[in-house]
């Protein structure tokens, strides 16, 4: 087998809509798409910066060819030679001089072409002409018929394109095309691996087992005679013949006491080389006609979906041991996807392993990811539920849509097989929960929506090609009951999507259920302010912090996509923090806010485990500059909620709650050793006056949860305006505090200069000492306003009276250290109680009627 790559010499061209003067012919990248070709000729502005993403909207309906010189030599007796395409974005035509080759509506597969016959060593044009994505999608709307989504007339539903190009309540509306992974040419002879498929298992013995499933393509130029089917993995070999005209071909491989994968937190990820080979019967063949090699772990995997008295579990059981997940979505770390590099990802998964999360959701509406992904995810032992990519629509089950799907669900399937990582397959995104709850059913009558797919499609292609995996009908769903009986969102079956939160009602109200499992939650809060900087500008083209009211400034709402997104960051805050006049106190109290808001869920999610068996946090990443659900923000700065999940996390952990107006502390342990002690608790005064105390003692077993009621007289407060509850368990840097007070900061006497801070030079940064001479909520240092590159180790730390705290900053700048230790850099909760407040009117205080993408991811 010989590979050809054809990353150079490409132009692109438009061919057809609305082109700017000065725009023609152009150097292309591929892999790449217009948007960066453009971007790097200077030709159109960052759609990220300012309000540049409606300068670019003349893209979504432009018509545009690649183009490249092609010359095949000859090919040799028995020789095949395919062009292959892995993947377009999307609809397109390719055709080599006059020749068309095929067509493409899907940007979820990739393509080969038998071009055997032009190997002539003549020069020829090979030519990819993109029709807009928005044309192709209303022309099969039209007849199709429509089909309600929540980003209705966007056409996203009717073309096989990652969903979320056409704009989300977090992401530019940039609607790309283009050649956006590798092209080639690849010759080879006799026969070829069309498609293998390991199916890998690991024996309650310690055996580890893989079957490899092999399709063969034979050239069909030479008699088809008899192959040999090889695999290999840790020293075991085994190998079958395929007989004259057979195309397919199963290998078994035993490996005795196989290292076992386990996911982060539960053991080590080690991963096998796994490999295959295909080789001609005959005494000639001196060497394989083709090699496929991957990384494979043994691990088992099902979903536990039992009913119980609390309802039906969701529970993952990996290896036997069920898993306590701690999960974040993900969406495409750029909307650019070509700019994702591995390197990226790299520190995207490094800061999802740093928040103490063991599991990321590849969301329905966003892309299947690259190789690139999967195998950091397998090497980290972070655990993938991928969705299949339908969300938060109707789709038409007619064709051509049908075979689409069909088709890219059968390749990614296969494709993905080999990584350990991905333990669950979901049918989509919000499909079912919308078709009863947002009015679908009176809108589409009798035409079809997608329920094929979920119920029938995807299990089936599963059961075909993958059946070691465990399928999850939709997120939401309720497992084995029709949704006309009990609903898809319903908490206590199966998994949950928390929305009314944030859109519609206080954070607090997330203790009002204990979900199964809840797949979707989260609360918005704005970027890092330096991100906030460097991208959003105020309409007059100033700084955007100068602006009268900025975030009301025309160019910060292009970079807040949420219906209402400032009334409800504004509505969230009020009862807790108030609504501060100022935008950078506003800016602070909505980060602040975001975190508090998350970490209210996870506390409480956390302490009800095993009959809460998992959380997946609305976002980790974002893909571009905004105002979002995300923890950390598109240039790659952690949030303060980021802060907040590594806090909340913590695979050892201690957090004090309500549970029937009685507080109680909580001490979760997900390790493997008990953990045993004493909690100290107290109550005392903000300034640090101890007015009552107790030792309760610890005793959590392994991968389990301890509540313990806290005694009545150190739980409630003589003056609730002036006192804290602080329960402590442990020593030293094992020592865990969590805080409770019986008000909101608003009622609370908080000192707003209750610290004192001293920064110093240290090797690699700075280090900065802080002491609280009375309760200090949530100390933060924001680096980044000082310099771009600038960290800090630790945010959101909360100080007892008396108490210090050590941070470090890490930076290659030279920072002003008055400036380190002072506002707006150096805050706290307690600062906000010192500042102009802004009214927000009465009726605020209770959201708006719902609209349906509020409800939607």
Same mark, same amino acid.
């Given at each position: 087998?010989?590979? #050809? ?13 609305p082109?700017p ?5 152009l150097?292309a990248?591929? %892999? ?15 759609? $990220?910066?300012?309000a540049?993403?409606?300068?670019? !909207?003349w893209?979504?309906?432009t ?6 010189g092609?010359?095949?030599? %000859? ?10 395409l ?8 390719v ?5 068309v ?13 038998d ?16 029709? /807009? ?17 929540a980003y ?11 969903a979320c ?13 283009g050649?956006?992974k590798p ?5 080879? /002879?006799?026969?070829r691996?069309?498609?293998?498929r ?9 055996t ?5 499933h ?6 069909g130029l ?13 020293g ?5 013949s ?9 290998v078994e491989l035993?490996v ?13 990820q ?6 295959v ?20 772990g ?12 609390h309802g ?18 993900w ?13 990226r990802l790299d ?6 392993l740093?928040?103490?999360l ?9 892309m ?5 992904f ?5 090497e980290r032992?972070l ?18 849509l049908?075979s ?6 059968r390749?990614?399937?296969v ?18 929960w919308?078709?009863e ?5 009176q809108?589409l ?11 029938e499609?995807?299990?089936a292609v ?20 029709d ?7 319903d908490?206590?079956?199966?998994s ?6 944030w859109?519609?009602v206080?954070?607090t109200? $997330? ?7 809840? /797949?979707?939650?989260g609360?918005?809060?704005p970027?890092?302010?330096r ?7 105020a ?14 400034? %025309?160019v ?12 409800k ?7 807790h923090?108030?609504?501060p ?22 506390? #409480? $999610?956390?302490s ?15 893909c571009w ?6 923890a950390v ?6 949030k ?16 004090l709650?309500e ?5 109680h ?12 002690g ?6 005392e005064?903000?300034?640090g006056?101890?007015?009552a105390?107790?030792?309760l003692?610890v ?16 739980a409630t407060?003589?003056d609730p =305006? ?5 329960? !402590?368990?442990?020593?030293?840097p094992?020592?865990?505090l ?9 009622d609370? #006497?908080?000192?707003p200069d ?9 090797p690699?940064? $700075?280090?900065v ?12 240092l ?9 960290t ?15 941070? #470090?900053? !890490? ?5 002003d250290?008055?400036a380190l230790?002072? =506002? ?20 605020l205080?209770?959201?708006p ?6 409800a939607?991811?």
């Open positions: 087998m010989q590979h #050809h790559d054809l990353t150079d010499g490409w132009t692109v061209t438009p061919t057809a809509g082109v003067a000065g725009i023609g012919t150097d990248a591929v %892999p790449g798409s217009v948007h960066t070709d453009l971007l790097a000729a200077g030709l159109i502005p960052d759609p $990220y910066l300012d540049n993403e409606d300068a670019v !909207r893209l979504h309906d018509d545009w060819q690649y183009e490249r092609l010359t095949l030599a %000859p090919a040799a007796d028995g020789e095949r030679v395919d062009l292959v892995d993947g377009v974005d999307t609809v397109a035509t055709a080599v001089g006059t020749r080759l095929g067509t493409s509506a899907n940007m979820h597969r990739s393509y080969r072409y071009v055997r016959d032009l190997a002539d060593g003549r020069s020829r044009l090979l030519t990819v002409d993109l029709r /807009s994505a928005t044309a192709y999608g209303d022309e099969l709307r039209d007849a199709l018929g429509a089909r309600p989504s209705s007339p966007r056409p996203f539903n009717f073309v096989r394109k990652m190009s056409f704009g989300w309540d977090w992401g530019p509306d940039l609607r790309t095309l050649l956006w092209v080639r040419v690849e010759r080879w /002879s006799v026969a691996l069309a498609r293998v390991p199916l890998v298992a690991l024996d309650p013995d310690g580890g087992r893989v079957a490899v092999v399709d063969v393509e034979r050239s030479a008699p088809a005679g008899p192959l040999t089917v090889r695999a290999t993995v840790l075991v070999s085994a190998s079958v395929v007989p004259a005209g057979a195309d397919t071909a199963a035993a005795p006491d196989a290292p076992v994968w386990w996911p982060v937190g539960h053991g080590t080690p991963l096998a080389d796994l490999e080979t295909l080789a001609a019967d005959a005494p000639s063949a001196d060497a394989p006609l083709d090699t496929w090699r991957r990384r494979i043994f691990r088992s995997v099902v979903l536990d979906t039992a009913d119980d008295e039906t579990r969701f529970t993952l059981v990996v290896n036997g041991r069920a898993v306590d997940v701690r999960g974040a979505n969406i495409p770390d750029d909307h650019l996807v070509t700019r994702i590099t591995r390197e520190a995207r998964l490094d800061q999802a740093g928040a103490h063991n599991l990321l959701r590849v969301w329905g509406g966003g299947y990811e690259s190789e690139d999967y195998a950091a995810c397998d032992g655990l993938v539920w991928q969705d299949f990519l339908l969300a938060c629509a109707a789709y038409p089950e007619e064709e051509p049908r689409e799907i069909e088709a890219e669900a390749e990614n399937v494709r993905l097989m080999p990584h350990p990582s991905l333990v669950l397959w979901n049918g989509g995104n919000e499909n079912l919308g078709h709850d947002w009015g679908w059913k809108e009558g009798d035409a079809t929506w997608g329920r094929w797919y979920a119920e499609l995807f299990p599963l059961a075909e090609l993958d059946p070691t995996r465990p399928y999850a009908t939709n997120s939401p769903f309720t497992p084995r009951r949704p006309e009986d009990v609903h898809p969102n908490p206590d079956h199966g949950h999507h928390q929305w009314e939160v859109n519609r206080d954070y109200v $997330y203790r009002s259920e204990i979900p199964r499992f809840c /797949s979707e939650f609360f918005q809060g970027p890092a302010w991100t906030l900087a460097e991208s959003v500008h309409a007059d083209g100033g700084p955007l912090a100068g602006a009268p009211a900025p975030q009301e400034d %025309p910060f709402l292009v970079h807040q996509k949420a219906e209402d997104g400032n009334g960051l504004d509505r969230g805050m009020a009862p923090l108030g609504v006049a100022d935008f950078a106190d506003w800016h602070w109290a909505a980060q602040l806010n975001q975190a508090r808001a998350v970490r209210h869920a996870v506390e #409480h $999610y956390r009800w485990w095993p009959r809460t068996a998992g959380w997946i946090v609305w976002q980790l990443n974002d500059p905004v105002t979002s659900w995300a923000d598109g240039a790659g700065r952690p303060p909620l980021w802060f907040a999940l590594r806090a909340a996390g913590e695979p050892r952990a201690v957090f709650t549970r029937d107006e009685v507080l502390v909580v001490v979760t342990n997900d390790t493997d050793e008990p953990w045993t004493t909690a100290e608790v107290r109550r005064s903000l300034v006056v101890v007015a105390a107790a030792h003692p005793e959590v077993a392994p991968r389990s949860v301890a509540v313990l009621p806290v005694p009545r007289d150190v407060p003589g =305006a002036a006192e804290v509850v602080l329960a !402590r368990c442990g020593t030293g094992d020592a865990r969590a805080t409770w007070t019986a008000v909101e900061d608003v609370l #006497h908080l000192d209750a610290v004192r801070a001293t920064a110093a030079r240290e690699g940064g $700075y280090r000492d802080v002491v609280a001479r009375s309760y200090a909520a949530d100390v933060t924001h680096v980044d306003r000082l310099a771009a590159d600038a800090v180790d630790q945010a959101l730390v909360t100080l007892p009276a008396g108490e210090r705290a050590t941070f #470090h900053v !890490r930076t290659a700048e030279v920072l250290l008055a230790v002072a =506002a707006p850099v150096l805050r706290s909760a307690n600062d906000l109680r010192g500042v102009a407040q802004r009214e927000i009117p009465q009726d205080g209770a959201a009627a719902p609209l349906e993408a509020e939607v991811r």
